[in-house]
């Protein structure tokens, strides 16, 4: 049986003025037209918001590019659906019959599309404060423990949770050429981003080298290196 919505409301430190906003942010699309989804686009962009703005005030000598990687290390949606399920976002969640038999209410993408979604239902329902007071709440463990020395991550994950946080389609890496002998081969491998059109070239040992490689040049295009 699903959960009483205010219960959840309550979790969250906000009353809602108006109720619709609440149910709305919790109703998947399977469950019919009135759902969650520009409420998650708005929910969205405010996270991306409050985060980078909290990231910049602690971090004023970082460089663009770090604070990137550590705003897409906090509002992934692996990171968002953790944050979800600890709330027990997905007892809340209104779904259609197919979701609810194929277990959606425990589906990363559900979860964290929910919760932006009911970001963007308290701005609408009480204004920027309120849904930067419930933003903060929510975010206030994994804040806490961000730091510029923990990005210790390959380029690729770099790259994949970058593209993520734009909104963006994930690279796709194809070998180009493998030369030397069978003991001493180099791979050249591209890294091609389907929606812009955009190639690197990286060479290595190993194809995972390679694409290592090539990963972390597309990041210097990018801007994020």
């Known amino acids: ?34 759902n969650n989804e520009r409420l998650e686009f708005l929910g969205d962009a405010l996270l991306g918001f409050v985060v980078a703005d909290a990231l910049f005030q602690r971090f004023p000598q970082a460089k663009e590019g770090q604070l990137s990687r550590l705003r ?3 509002v992934n949606k692996g990171a968002l659906a953790t944050l979800a399920r600890g709330l027990d976002i997905g007892d809340y969640l209104n779904l259609g019959a197919g979701e609810l038999r194929s277990g959606g209410q425990s589906r990363d993408s559900i979860l964290a599309d929910a919760l932006e979604a009911l970001f963007g239902a308290v ?15 929510v975010m206030r463990e994994p804040l806490a423990g961000a730091g510029l020395a923990k990005q ?22 194809g070998i180009q050429e493998v030369s030397g002998s069978q003991h001493a081969q180099t791979f050249r491998v591209v890294c ?4 812009s059109g955009e190639e690197t070239t990286g060479i290595g040992r190993s194809r995972r080298r390679a694409e290592q490689d090539a990963a972390e040049q597309m990041l210097r295009r990018l801007g994020d290196a």
């Open 72 to 74: 897409a290390s906090l």
């Open 152 to 173: 210790a991550k390959d380029p690729k994950t770099r790259l994949q949770e970058y593209l993520q946080s734009c909104r963006r389609s994930l690279p796709v890496y």
């Open 123 to 137: 701005y609408l329902d009480a204004g920027y404060a309120a849904a930067e007071q419930v933003i903060h709440s």
């Open 192 to 195: 091609a981003l389907a929606d």
């Open 1 to 34: 049986m699903r959960a009483p919505p205010e219960r959840l409301a309550r979790a969250l430190g906000h009353g809602f003025t108006d109720s619709r906003w609440l149910e709305q942010a919790l109703t998947h699309r399977s469950a019919g037209a009135d």
